[in-house]
């Protein structure tokens, strides 16, 4: 009988601390400090676009194993190139501070517009890199387009916006 008392104590002992453990407040936490606010990995800043765009200018080059000769016509290209990119990190920049868009008019004009100065910034690019491209051999051509992110679907346009060239107006 002893047994059964101390038993029957036991667990009238649990579920009793359990209960007033369960009704108890929690204790407050501290309030979330500055370090918890921060993202936990840091915001693509615009030095790391610079230099993704200074490994992917080496990595090209690197690629195409230019001659001597072919060298000297690269220097037009990597400028247009660094300029396009350029012109749409600030299309990106001015795309985030704008006003929203009143209706759906002004979205298909601001396409637009965006895809018009891509399209300018891509001829530059063409139209600097034709020398060079004209003295490649037909395996420097070859390792050309998938290495700029260009795709081959059945013929259809690709969207210049999936090109690296103009990465930053991904956002």
């Known amino acids: 009988m002893a047994h059964t008392f101390s038993l029957a104590t036991l667990v009238t ?3 009793l601390t359990t209960a007033a453990h369960a009704q108890s ?5 501290p309030p979330p400090s500055a370090e918890a606010a921060q993202p936990l990995v840091d ?3 615009d030095e ?3 230099a993704t765009l200074d490994a992917r200018l080496i990595a090209l080059k690197t690629v195409l ?4 000769e072919q060298e000297k ?6 400028e247009a190139i660094r300029q396009a990119a350029k012109n749409a990190a600030g299309r990106a920049a001015d795309r985030a501070e704008a006003e929203p868009a ?4 002004d979205v298909l004009e601001r396409l637009a517009g965006a895809e018009a100065a891509r399209a300018a910034d891509l001829t530059s690019v063409i139209t600097a890199a034709r020398p060079l491209v004209a003295a490649l051999s037909v395996e420097q051509k070859r390792r050309i387009p998938a290495f700029l992110g260009m795709t ?6 690709q969207p210049t916006l999936e090109l690296w060239i103009f990465e930053a107006e991904q956002e």
């Open 13 to 15: 002992v649990l579920a």
């Open 25 to 29: 407040p929690a204790p407050e936490s």
């Open 43 to 45: 915001l693509y800043t």
């Open 48 to 50: 790391d676009a610079q």
């Open 65 to 68: 194993r230019l001659t001597p």
């Open 73 to 78: 016509l690269w220097l037009p290209v990597e």
């Open 102 to 105: 009143q209706d759906f008019l």
């Open 152 to 157: 081959d679907d059945a013929g259809r346009p």
